[in-house]
């Protein structure tokens, strides 16, 4: 089935129908314009009769629960004994306080829809107070309706990781039970060399497309030792042909030693086009890392920056985030292109060696794993700087909006695995929302 989102307008008919005829219509008008995979009933549910033959034909993966008026607790408790799926609650604001008659008395029914809903549930719930012209209500339920979806999405997603993490990176290790039961993500488990083996079987002429995509897109291939472009164009067929016919939608590869020692040239290239292509893809097998940047990826339908934390600058208030060279060639300076280099410590390419173009607005995100199994996110909010490579490999400058120092100084303390991403917008508001979606502790730094 579908993505949907289900409003749910309740109240009973002895409150001023007319005030609550007008908010349902906007409330309808509103949120049909932030998706279009919304489901409506044809009127308010002012019964539970209403509401129970509205229930029968909806399938929601988020649910809009709205107080048109005061309503008891029996509303709210017939949705949650038949949903388990996320749910908004929304309080309309009193439309006219004039010494008369309550219109409304929303805000009453949203207490006693939210005492239900903790009564049903441990976690935690979405909820926002105002009418429906407001900007702060039209961003709430926005941001909640694109949480909303990135976990349907994380139900469908078959996540790969392509050999082990090396020794002293276990952060990056998962288990296929933890990412479904959490994110309802599916883990699939492949050994580095089956991609190798792959790779080696193609001649030359198999791998002429690869070569020529490559060749458009990054700048300088040609610089390339021929041997270490062939097999670049080799290795990358084999990942593409992976990717298609098992169905992935992100993955975590190994690189070194193996593709240094045992192929000859690095898998940092490969990676760099998978991302630009849309596909999330992590190195070092960083399994958390590549579910991190796929639901960055997915909350703005661009490619994120996978590195390590460097250097910081407590003066300028900045954090370099860098990584050898796999970083998606689309998000190059324009100045400079998608240049290709070698790896900075086994000096063999093709990899990434280029800065990273600016961004007003950036988050920076991990999935992180704590000690006793749980999860929890790492979200900080900044700008992506106009600033150039930094280190060998590819690099972004993040401003963060907290001292930059305190945020690094927090988060070592806190033992944050060492690979976060930036991604080229604002979407803490969404990070946080789906962190209360899937259980997973917010961390904001």
Avoid at 17 to 28: D, I, N, P, R, Y
Avoid at 339 to 367: L, Y
Wanted: with cysteine.
């Amino acid at each position: 089935m579908s993505f949907q989102v289900a409003y749910i307008p309740v109240g009973v008919g002895t409150f001023h129908l007319e005030s609550a005829q007008t908010e349902f219509e906007k409330s309808k008008n509103m949120i049909s314009q932030l998706t279009g995979e919304g489901v409506y009933p044809d009127e308010m549910l002012l019964t539970l009769e209403d509401l129970d033959t509205f229930l029968d034909r909806i399938h929601p993966d988020l649910i809009i629960f709205q107080n048109i008026t005061f309503a008891n607790a029996a509303y709210a408790s017939r949705v949650l004994k038949r949903f388990a799926c996320p749910i908004l609650l929304w309080t309309l604001r009193e439309p006219v306080i004039d010494g008369g008659r309550l219109r409304l008395n929303s805000l009453t029914g949203a207490y006693s829809a939210a005492n239900a809903i903790r009564e049903f549930r441990q976690g935690e719930f979405e909820y926002v107070f105002g009418s429906p012209e407001e900007e702060t209500v039209q961003a709430e339920v926005g941001a909640a309706i694109r949480a909303a979806r990135v976990r349907y999405q994380l139900g469908h997603l078959k996540l790969a990781a392509i050999g082990h993490t090396p020794q002293g990176f276990g952060f990056g290790r998962a288990l296929d039970t933890d990412l479904m039961k959490t994110f309802g993500v599916t883990l699939e488990a492949v050994e580095a060399r089956e991609l190798i083996g792959r790779a080696r079987g193609y001649e030359d002429g198999a791998c002429e497309e690869e070569l020529a995509e490559a060749g458009k897109a990054l700048v300088g291939l040609e610089e390339t030792p021929e041997q270490n472009r062939k097999d670049f164009a080799r290795l990358y067929k084999a990942y593409k042909e992976y990717v298609k016919e098992n169905g992935i939608g992100a993955l975590a590869s190994r690189c070194w030693p193996d593709f240094f020692t045992e192929f000859g040239t690095p898998v940092c290239g490969v990676l760099s086009l998978l991302n630009a292509s849309g596909l999330a893809a992590s190195c070092e097998a960083d399994v958390y890392g590549a579910l991190s940047m796929y639901i960055g990826s997915q909350l703005t339908g661009k490619p994120v920056f996978f590195g390590d934390p460097v250097s910081m600058d407590e003066k300028e208030g900045t954090v370099t985030y860098w990584h050898c060279g796999m970083a998606a060639c689309s998000l190059a300076r324009a100045d400079t292109g998608a240049r290709v280099g070698v790896h900075p410590n086994r000096k063999i390419g093709p990899v990434m060696d280029f800065g990273c173009q600016a961004w007003e607005q950036a988050t920076v995100f991990r999935v992180g794993r704590k000690p006793d199994g749980s999860f929890r996110f790492f979200i900080a909010g900044g700008e992506v700087l106009d600033k150039p490579k930094q280190f060998c490999g590819t690099s972004v400058v993040v401003k963060t909006k907290q001292a930059a120092k305190q945020v690094i100084s927090e988060s070592v303390k806190d033992g944050w695995e060492p690979h976060f991403v930036v991604i080229y917008q604002n979407v803490e508001a969404e990070l946080e929302k789906l962190a209360h979606m899937t259980g997973a502790e917010v961390c904001r730094y």
